[in-house]
């Protein structure tokens, strides 16, 4: 099992420019996070999904959108990007709310 | 400001001590974990206590749980170099507040050899 991929690992964008994050799991859970890393900040929630076809907003939402077509993946989208949403974003997966999370490697996010 | 909030930021200790992490929280909860980060990687499970329990233990890992004063602590006995890592808690909110996981700042243990 390649548990959970992320894809790109690394990007760097220019201020207005769009891209898509994709998330991947194999161990086929429910529960889909994005969550957003920041020096001092610790990992921020951006979006969540809690089954197919369902998403609901976390705590930094604004600037992103997800969506959750299929049970396996989870894409986080940038339709503008801004300066401020330079940081490392983590994709992760649970089969339980509540319970131990599975997290991907990261893709590192230059906006310039 | 954060749910969770460790204590201290960094931790530099030798090999084969021990390293105490602390953790406090805000509001109730359903359980806390404990996830290790190693440079540049995503972070790895260690660790969950329900708000029921109030010490677990898993290899060279206690983890101890005060609800009465929102706080947690994790202890890694006879510390390795390979131990060096951040350490998170994470709250886990009860199901009628969504349920989501909370993260605190973190805690940089260096461990050297």
């Known amino acids: 099992n390649a548990g959970v991929t992320q894809t790109p690992k690394f990007r760097v964008l220019k201020t207005g420019q769009s891209m898509t994050l994709l998330c991947a799991q194999d161990?086929?859970?429910?529960?889909m996070y994005w969550y957003r890393q920041d020096p001092g900040m610790g990992l921020r929630l951006i979006h969540y999904?809690?089954?197919?076809?369902?998403?609901a907003k976390g705590e930094v939402p604004d600037g992103y959108n997800v969506s959750r077509l299929k049970k396996q993946n989870f894409l986080l989208g940038l339709e503008s990007a801004a300066p401020s949403q330079t940081s490392v974003y983590f994709c992760?997966?649970?089969?339980?709310?509540?319970?131990?999370?599975?997290f991907g490697p990261g893709t590192r996010l230059t906006v310039l | 400001s954060q749910q969770g909030e460790e204590d201290p930021q960094a931790l530099s200790i030798q090999e084969g001590e021990n390293a105490t992490m602390n953790c406090s929280y805000k509001?109730?909860?359903?359980?806390l974990q404990w996830y290790r980060q190693n440079s540049g990687r995503g972070l790895v499970h260690l660790i969950l206590?329900?708000?029921?329990?109030r010490e677990k233990h898993s290899g060279r890992l206690r983890v101890t749980l005060d609800t009465s004063k929102k706080s947690s602590s994790l202890l890694i006995t006879a510390s390795r170099a390979a131990d060096t890592a951040s350490y998170f808690c994470?709250?886990?909110?009860?199901?009628?507040?969504?349920?989501?996981?909370?993260f605190g700042q973190g805690t940089e243990l260096s461990v050297k050899p």
């Open positions: 992760a997966s649970s089969p339980v709310v509540r319970n131990e999370q599975f």
């Open positions: 161990m086929n859970h429910e529960y």
């Open positions: 999904s809690v089954g197919e076809g369902t998403t």
């Open positions: 509001t109730s909860i359903n359980n």
């Open positions: 206590i329900r708000s029921n329990e």
């Open positions: 994470a709250t886990a909110l009860p199901y009628n507040q969504g349920g989501k996981l909370i």
